[in-house]
């Protein structure tokens, strides 16, 4: 068990240990970092984050108290199409917005030919501004998703509480449903700002300095290993404290875990009408049309207009590519996954839940870091002994690109099998072993048939996650092995969008499935 959890935890391990090596040469580059790049990759970053964070609170946490708090015309469906956006990546997201808005677009020639305009029109979408705007309508859901469980638990019953003793309703939201709902708004922003962190394809897309851009320039431009091992640290740095806030809300949020009295009266939604309801439903629908609809549209329109310019037989090599990595990958997750789980129901000892607690980190570390750790003991073991070929087996074959898909997404298999095997009571085991069965026995011929449906979930979030990694893959993908995710970025950059629609559109597709599963999930609650 500690060396499965070794092998997943290496590449982080590796670049913390980085700095171990501390000398002349070292304590130069950072100078050089600081008096060049350094500070614009801070401010931009922050900058960023600052702009996205306000962006997923104002229109989650809007969506949100739109639909748990109040009934309106059409609630319960954009209950479930709110959560569309998931399935959109953040870079198809921007390229779609490109395609439609740059200065050759449909959006701007239009408006020039309609009004007699001249030049640029519509402000420029490759922007920190434009950035933060696709970021805040693809990654809203993290925050609509955990304020609707948190408010559906009590708000609704509370807030008819207040309202009996003379509250207006402006009140009861601000002083009632929105504290209840803080530690979940908090931690659904820090999940979201930690994907703007682990973003590659629409910073370097649009150009925008942040961390995650410059470890790629500083290892493939630059060809400087130190620079991008430290830029990789300070981004851990960044990650960590996100995820530390993450926690912390986290525990702060089992306040709210009793319902009240289900079909009681107090508790259910404020029904609207009039300028009220339409107000609702515009909240609402806004976010749909800009996360999911409006990109999708903008997609769809090169390929209506010329199918016979599509690469049609390039992409089924590229979507095979992508689903057989997709698969191995999944497998082998959930296969380790399950044997984690296992080892610490077995032995539950601190050790063990440490490591399980080491590798569950690995979803919150960017692919750009995971790629920095991965080939930095890559390149020392290849300089020591060059005989055993290790630089060939991690970038040329399949092994690197799985063992760093692992290290990212085995956390996601993992949590999946801890719930499941946290349905299963502990007095199943203790009479399976008076009946003579213990050890992998146990796990075969007792746990397993209570955790296929844990372990199809898992696999199914796993494979999405592959299809739509994009640092990680860009890097380490052997040779001829592009993927639907490489192809879009590659298309994209080269100005070919109408070309890149056909690959982000897979990828869409591909992503709406956990998102039609966990939204059957939620239709199944009581709300």
């Not at 009240?260 to 107090?266: C, K, L, P, Y």
């Not at 309801?277 to 090169?302: E, S």
């Not at 100005?495 to 709406?512: F, H, K």
Request: include cysteine; charged fraction near 15%.
């Amino acid at each position: 068990m500690l060396l499965v959890a070794t092998v997943l935890t290496l590449p982080v391990l590796a670049v913390l240990a980085s700095w171990a090596q501390w000398d002349a040469q070292t304590a130069q580059i950072l100078r050089e970092l600081r008096q060049t790049v350094l500070p614009g990759y801070i401010a931009t970053t922050l900058g960023l984050s600052a702009m996205v964070g306000v962006g997923v609170v104002l229109v989650g946490t809007g969506a949100a108290a739109c639909v748990t708090l109040f009934d309106f015309r059409g609630r319960r469906t954009l209950e479930w199409a709110l959560l569309l956006p998931l399935s959109m990546p953040a870079y198809v997201v921007a390229y779609a917005y490109t395609d439609f808005l740059q200065f050759g677009g449909p959006a701007q020639t239009w408006l020039r030919e309609s009004f007699g305009l001249r030049g640029r029109v519509l402000p420029e979408v490759r922007s920190l501004g434009g950035a933060a705007i696709v970021f805040t309508f693809a990654l809203y859901p993290y925050v609509y998703l955990l304020a609707r469980t948190a408010l559906a638990e009590r708000a609704a019953h509370l807030m008819e509480a207040a309202r009996l003793l003379g509250a207006p309703l402006a009140r009861r939201i601000r002083q009632v449903a929105l504290p209840m709902a803080r530690p979940a708004i908090a931690a659904g922003t820090a999940l979201a700002l930690m994907e703007t962190l682990a973003d590659f394809g629409v910073s370097s897309y649009f150009g925008i300095q942040t961390f995650t851009a410059g470890i790629y320039k500083a290892w493939l431009a630059m060809d400087n290993r130190i620079a991008a091992a430290q830029l990789a640290t300070m981004l851990l740095v960044f990650v960590v404290v996100l995820l530390a806030l993450e926690q912390r809300a986290q525990a702060r949020m089992r306040f709210a875990s009793t319902r009240g009295r289900a079909g009681s009266h107090d508790g259910r939604p404020l029904v609207l009408t009039g300028a009220r309801q339409l107000l609702a439903q515009a909240l609402c629908v806004f976010p749909v049309l800009m996360g999911f609809v409006l990109p999708v549209a903008f997609m769809l329109r090169p390929l209506a207009a010329d199918w016979s310019v599509l690469p049609w037989d390039r992409f089924v090599q590229w979507a095979s590519n992508s689903i057989w990595l997709g698969a191995l990958t999944s497998a082998v997750a959930v296969a380790l996954a399950l044997f984690l789980a296992f080892c610490v129901r077995r032995t539950p000892r601190k050790l063990q839940r440490a490591a399980v607690q080491l590798v569950g980190l690995g979803y919150a570390v960017p692919g750009a870091v995971i790629v920095v750790g991965l080939l930095l003991p890559v390149g020392w073991l290849q300089q020591t002994m060059p005989q055993l070929g290790a630089a060939y087996w991690v970038t040329a074959t399949a092994l690197g690109i799985v063992w760093a898909y692992l290290v990212r997404f085995c956390a996601v298999a993992l949590q999946s099998m801890q719930s499941g095997y946290a349905r299963i009571p502990q007095s199943f085991d203790d009479s399976a072993r008076t009946l003579g069965t213990g050890g992998f026995g146990l796990m075969a011929r007792v746990h397993w048939p209570l955790l296929h449906r844990s372990a199809a979930a898992a696999a199914l979030l796993v494979f999405v996650d592959v299809m739509k990694e994009l640092p990680a893959t860009m890097v380490l993908r052997p040779f001829n092995t592009d993927t639907l995710a490489v192809v879009a970025y590659q298309l994209a950059r080269d100005e070919r969008l109408g070309e890149a629609a056909l690959p982000s559109l897979a990828l869409v597709l591909v992503g709406l499935l956990p998102v039609v599963l966990l939204s059957r999930t939620l239709r199944s609650k009581p709300t």
